[in-house]
T-cell receptor, first 116, second 112 residues
Framework: NAGVTQTPKFRVLKTGQSMTLLCAQDMNHEYMYWYRQDPGMGLRLIHY???????AKGEVPDGYNVSRLKKQNFLLGLESAAPSQTSVYFCASSYSFGRSISYEQYFGPGTRLTVT | SQQGEEDPQALSIQEGENATMNCSYK?????LQWYRQNSGRGLVHLIL?????REKHSGRLRVTLDTSKKSSSLLITASRAADTASYFCATPPNNAGNMLTFGGGTRLMVKP
């Protein structure tokens, strides 16, 4: 199993450009998440999905959009990149056996994005 | 806002020593998780402790949970240079199922 993979690994954008980050998981997980991590800080949740065709906002959703057209893929889009979106982006996935139960999350290797 | 806060922010020890990291959180939880992040990598799950557990072991890791104080500790015994990493605690905000809120992390350096 590849686990959780992310593409690309690195990207440099100019202000105003757009891009899509792709996350794929081969563990048949229902839940998928997008986080951002800024230097010296923990992770902050951008958007998440509880199943194919569903998405929801996390803690810092502004400036981002997501789509979950297939269960194994979760896409994060930046429509008009800003320098404040310079960060490392992590995708994660987890099982779901009930809304009140937490399970471990499996993380991808990250995408380092710089917006100039 | 961060649910969990780790302490200390940074810790430097010699190989063979024990490392203790603490996590405090704000609201009631049904579980608390610890993750490790090596430099430039994604997070890796270490251990999950449920609210009805007080202590849990996994290899050289020992996690305690004190729900009355809203705090947890992670102890790494007989540390190795390979344990050098950042360690994060994570809790479900408002017990919201599969969601997790991460603290700012403790950066551990183990010197050979």
């Amino acid at each position: 199993n590849a686990g959780v993979t992310q593409t690309p690994k690195f990207r440099v954008l100019k202000t105003g450009q757009s891009m899509t980050l792709l996350c794929a998981q081969d563990m048949n997980h229902e839940y998928m998440y997008w986080y951002r991590q800024d230097p010296g800080m923990g992770l902050r949740l951008i958007h998440y999905s509880v199943g194919e065709g569903t998405t929801a906002k996390g803690e810092v959703p502004d400036g981002y959009n997501v789509s979950r057209l297939k269960k194994q893929n979760f896409l994060l889009g930046l429509e008009s990149a800003a320098p404040s979106q310079t960060s490392v982006y992590f995708c994660a996935s987890s099982y779901s056996f009930g809304r009140s139960i937490s399970y471990e999350q499996y993380f991808g290797p990250g995408t380092r994005l710089t917006v100039t | 806002s961060q649910q969990g806060e780790e302490d200390p922010q940074a810790l430097s020890i010699q190989e063979g020593e024990n490392a203790t990291m603490n996590c405090s959180y704000k609201t009631s939880i049904n579980n608390l998780q610890w993750y490790r992040q090596n430099s430039g990598r994604g997070l890796v799950h270490l251990i999950l402790i449920r609210s009805n557990e007080r202590e849990k072991h996994s290899g050289r890791l020992r996690v305690t949970l004190d729900t009355s104080k809203k705090s947890s500790s992670l102890l790494i015994t007989a540390s190795r240079a390979a344990d050098t990493a950042s360690y994060f605690c994570a809790t479900p905000p408002n017990n919201a199922g599969n969601m997790l809120t991460f603290g700012g992390g403790t950066r551990l350096m183990v010197k050979p």
